[in-house]
Nanobody
Framework: QVQLVESGGGLVQAGGSLRLSCAASGRTFSAYAMGWFRQAPGKEREFVAAIRWSGGDPIYAGSVKGRFTISRDNAKNTVYLQMSSLKPEDTANYYC????????????????WGQGTQVTVSS
């Protein structure tokens, strides 16, 4: 079992930055690929970014590529999402997730999910 707790969300103006954190506890964090997803009101959950257990080869959704950066610190059992040049359309509840099988944008491959942290970008 892996428990995930996100933090760092909040209200920011368009063009601003935020860094989300996801702290993991339970089973060996470094064994899992990690992903970030988001869900806006009335919309489907969508993939944002993912990273291998080793911290290499991050992948991103096209809508955030070049603006968001995913990273992880296995010594701290934490994965981060640095968000820059934020836009109002980035407003959503952001979730981190852990996968024991592979890293991808396909949410059914993720075994554990956090409760989410709200990000609101004002125009």
């Amino acid at each position: 079992q892996v428990q995930l707790v996100e933090s760092g969300g909040g209200l920011v103006q368009a063009g601003g930055s935020l860094r989300l954190s996801c702290a993991a506890s339970g089973r060996t964090f470094s064994a899992y690929a990690m992903g970030w997803f988001r869900q806006a009101p009335g919309k489907e959950r969508e993939f944002v970014a993912a990273i291998r257990w080793s911290g290499g080869d991050p992948i991103y959704a096209g809508s955030v590529k070049g603006r968001f950066t995913i990273s992880r610190d296995n010594a701290k059992n934490t994965v981060y999402l640095q968000m820059s040049s934020l836009k109002p359309e980035d407003t959503a509840n952001y979730y981190c997730a852990a996968s024991s099988s592979s890293y991808s944008g396909y949410s059914p491959l993720y075994d554990y999910w956090g409760q989410g942290t709200q990000v609101t970008v004002s125009s």
